[in-house]
């Protein structure tokens, strides 16, 4: 309960912010092109905060959090008195009108280089791409990479952490290959090779992309010592402590941490044995296995987690710049997840990314509140990369959207006329109906996630 509490108002904060960012790009812009704003508002519904400014704009923070406005003056919306007919947005000039609706998106691109830019101030903890091993027999195994290799590229970018190779690969989705660089490991030997991928098949409910290409990342080994013991779990009530070396099972020598977890897996709620090491000595204890699920989803848990080998020296580095080196990344990251957002929705429509892909509110709320925990500096990333999505979004050609605004705007630019409101209304029609569809689709597919 508590983290959907936590992921809720982990949402909450980001979508907040993030629709108060992109509006006052709207609102900011209609400002200085002489627009006349009635409204700005975060959230729909019923007000529960508001106020006016010398300019009686009124401000809102209304009751559903779930987007925002901004409301201008308009002949094609209200009536409107003729000393004020020059404020109204459909009197603007047709470049005026293509800036306001232009600045929302605009505005979400460079409220992700700022926070970016903030981020690799701060500094991000992160991990070198070095190969643990490659699955025999998987897609990568052609590569021949050996283990502890460091990836350098892959594709035409260059990967200085998993991040970079995790948003490559998936730029690569229904390609035919996938060139990859690699450092030898214990040299300075650069070897490069040239994998044939049209047979990869990528499923994001079953794998992640490296799963999918039998990529498995370096990690430090997992030893058989307990690291931590939850409250009020099985492993408590059994009385195993932090530090205690596991020995045996029911009697069973276990040598390596993924046959502890196998074995209480498939055991819920049975009686076990466990022998281990404390203090030097050789300690027997009882009880009973917990459970997760119900039926045949059911599953044994016992609530404590091992520790691990420390990580090798310069595998775990850190991301900080100065001002100058920091906003660079800050733009060339931007950069990188909106020309991969056009990516991927054009492998959307062309059917190479299956619509599985799709992801609606609920698996927002679940990243915004996994990174919240994360930490500020995680959370800062995540904000980045949904403000990025958000911006790329908007600028689709759906007359509901920016971008199907911007749409009409161009055709009346170059034809020297509005498009005729018959026109525009049905485009609107159709539109959200689309859009409809693709949030149904999305929120289908959160659903069938949880």
């Not at 108060?20 to 729909?44: L, P, T």
């Not at 470049?95 to 691109?109: Q, Y």
């Not at 307990?226 to 402590?241: C, F, N, T």
Request: proline fraction near 4%; hydrophobic fraction near 45%.
């Amino acid at each position: 309960m508590l983290d959907i509490l936590w992921n809720i108002g982990s949402f909450i904060v980001a979508l907040g912010l993030l629709v108060a960012v992109h509006e006052w790009g709207h609102f900011w812009v209609a400002r200085r092109c002489g627009v006349k704003v009635e409204r700005f508002s975060i959230g729909f519904g019923k007000p529960l905060w508001s106020r006016r400014d010398k300019y009686n704009t009124e401000y809102v923070i209304a009751a559903i959090p779930l987007g925002g406005y901004v409301k201008m003056l308009d002949e094609r919306v209200d009536d409107v008195d003729e000393q004020d007919r020059g404020q109204a947005f459909n009197n603007q000039h047709v470049l005026k009108r293509i800036a306001i609706t232009a600045a929302g998106p605009i505005v979400n691109f460079l409220f992700a280089i700022l926070v970016l830019f903030i981020m690799y101030l701060i500094g991000l903890q992160t991990i070198k791409p070095v190969v643990g091993n490659i699955q025999e027999g998987s897609v990568l195994s052609a590569a021949a990479i050996p283990n502890n290799a460091t990836l350098m590229t892959v594709g035409k970018r260059k990967v200085v952490d998993w991040e970079d190779v995790n948003y490559e690969l998936m730029s690569h989705i229904g390609d035919n290959t996938l060139q990859l660089t690699w450092r030898e490991p214990d040299t300075e030997q650069i070897n490069s090779a040239s994998v044939d991928i049209k047979d990869w098949k990528f499923d994001p409910d079953q794998q992640t992309p490296f799963d999918s290409l039998g990529l498995v990342p370096f990690r430090p080994s997992i030893s058989n010592i307990i690291g931590y013991v939850a409250k009020k779990s099985a492993a408590e009530k059994i009385g195993l402590q932090v530090g205690d070396e596991i020995l045996r099972l029911d009697g069973t020598s276990v040598d390596k941490w993924e046959q502890i977890v196998s074995y209480v897996v498939a055991r819920p709620e049975q009686t076990i044995q466990i022998d281990v090491l404390r203090n030097m000595q050789n300690v027997r204890l009882e009880g009973l296995i917990g459970v997760k699920g119900e039926g045949e989803s059911a599953k044994g848990f016992m609530g404590f987690t091992p520790t691990f080998e420390p990580w090798p020296e310069g595998l775990v580095f850190t991301h900080q710049y100065g001002i100058i080196d920091g906003f660079a990344k800050a733009v060339d990251k931007t950069w990188r997840l909106m020309t991969l957002s056009v990516e991927m929705l054009g492998k959307l429509f062309t059917g190479d990314v299956s619509v599985k892909n799709l992801s609606g509110p609920i698996a927002i709320a679940q990243g915004a509140g996994t990174s919240a925990s994360y930490g500020f500096v995680a959370f800062l990333g995540f904000l980045a990369l949904i403000s990025v999505n958000l911006g790329i979004i908007n600028l689709l050609p759906l007359p509901v959207l920016d971008g199907g605004h911007l749409m009409y705007y161009l055709v009346e630019l170059v034809r020297g006329k509005p498009v005729p409101d018959a026109i525009q209304e049905t485009g609107f029609k159709i539109g959200g109906v689309l859009l409809l569809l693709l949030m149904s689709v999305a929120i289908f597919n959160d659903i069938a996630r949880l």
